[in-house]
């Protein structure tokens, strides 16, 4: 047990940068735009349904809106989103993906979905259930 929670910890301590290095390989490669992690996030919270408000987004990543701000002025300034005044609230702004945001939202979902299958491959139908079960146990330690 006492070497199953070091691993754990070490896992916990190692996976985010680990995911971080693999995500910003494949969209170097994978993508014609130079596009950072933290601006991948801010593509995926928008979406492609539509329009979302800056304060949504900001609250949905943990940022600030001024942190937003800035990094959706190169989002902006690379043609990713489109920003405008929301028309029924004025002091709200609205996020939009363009085409090029788009395509590379689409890519970043075929990345993490092609990752999710490799490490679930292999696994039982009760396998796949323990394992949604703990991961909604660590979110709800974790008060997400």
Do not use: W
């Not at 491959?121 to 323990?130: I, R, Y």
């Amino acid at each position: 047990m006492e070497d199953f929670k070091e691993l754990l910890k070490e896992f916990m301590l190692d996976f985010p940068s680990r995911l971080s290095k693999f995500e910003q390989s494949a969209l170097e490669t994978g993508l014609d735009t130079h596009i950072s992690i933290a601006e991948i996030h801010i593509i995926n919270r928008i979406g492609p349904e539509g329009s979302q408000k800056m304060n949504t987004i900001s609250k949905r990543l943990g940022v600030t809106q001024a942190t937003l701000t800035v990094a959706c002025d190169r989002l902006e300034a690379k043609d990713l989103i489109t920003r405008q005044r929301d028309p029924d609230d004025k002091r709200a702004v609205t996020v939009r993906l363009t085409s090029s945001g788009l395509v590379a939202y689409s890519f970043h979902q075929a990345l993490m979905d092609n990752l999710a299958e490799s490490f679930i491959a292999g696994l039982t139908p009760s396998e796949l259930d323990k394992l949604a079960s703990k991961i909604n146990s660590v979110y709800d330690k974790l008060n997400y």
